[in-house]
């Protein structure tokens, strides 16, 4: 089945390490997104990426990075910079970049700084 | 700049009884509205979304919103639901060329008592 696949699930980092959470898209879709949902709030726009090689940031890019070397993969590194990094973190892709078109999430990570 | 309000955070109901959750948006011009569903743990799916065309739209699941334009107001609805419509709905409205540009609303949790 088509669809967007995030790993780890779960993820547990110490504080000053950097963690990248993986997500692979079989949907042929041109763009993908990295959001972060914290409780209570709606989604928040990290990175965003149209095409392959090319990525942009969204509201809160601070501390983190990413990489668009393939079409089916938009990796996430939240790095040590982040301040606040413990939240649940969906990846998504759409067709195009249109914004008529249907944004498809993955199942989510939930990382948790210890 | 655009934005997406949803009034209540929670709303509790009984199985088979009505509900309304209420979206009101602000744009100085077209938008595109939709609403995202997510059940625990998992990523939003798409549930329904205004493009252009009917103010009336219609899920595969029986819930429907109806977009006024005088009111700012996109409203979702279902005349019966079901213990398996519990989950956490997101309004979203998007007002630019790019899909990037689409706001979330903070979501609101729907509880449905037997």
């Known amino acids: 089945d088509g669809g967007i696949t995030q790993s780890p699930k779960y993820l547990f980092r110490k504080e000053g390490q950097n963690v990248t959470l993986s997500c692979e898209q079989n949907?042929?879709?041109?763009?993908m997104y990295w959001y972060r949902q914290d409780p209570g709030q709606g989604l928040r726009l990290i990175y965003y990426?149209?095409?392959?090689?090319?990525?942009q940031k969204g509201d809160i890019a601070e501390g983190y990075s990413v990489s668009r070397e393939k079409k089916e993969s938009f990796p996430l590194t939240v790095t040590s910079a982040q301040k606040n990094p413990t939240a649940f973190y969906l990846c998504?892709?759409?067709?195009?970049?249109?914004?008529?078109?249907?944004?498809?999430f993955g199942e989510g990570s939930w990382l948790t700084v210890v | 700049a655009q934005s997406v309000t949803q009034l209540d955070s929670q709303v509790p109901v009984f199985e088979e009884a009505p509900v309304e959750l209420r979206c009101n948006y602000s744009?100085?011009?077209?938008?595109?509205l939709f609403w995202y569903v997510q059940y625990p743990n998992q990523g939003l799916q798409l549930l329904l979304k205004y493009l252009s065309g009917s103010t009336l739209v219609e899920s595969i699941n029986g819930f429907e919103a109806e977009f006024n334009k005088s009111q700012t107001s996109f409203h979702l609805r279902k005349p019966s639901v079901h213990i398996s419509d519990t989950a956490e709905y997101f309004c979203?409205?998007?007002?630019?060329?790019?899909?990037?540009?689409?706001?979330f609303g903070s979501g609101t949790r729907l509880s449905i008592r037997p």
């Open positions: 998504a892709s759409s067709e195009t970049q249109d914004s008529g078109n249907t944004i498809y």
């Open positions: 949907l042929n879709h041109d763009a």
């Open positions: 979203a409205v998007s007002e630019g060329s790019s899909a990037s540009k689409i706001i």
């Open positions: 990426s149209q095409i392959v090689n090319d990525f």
């Open positions: 744009s100085s011009v077209s938008v595109y």
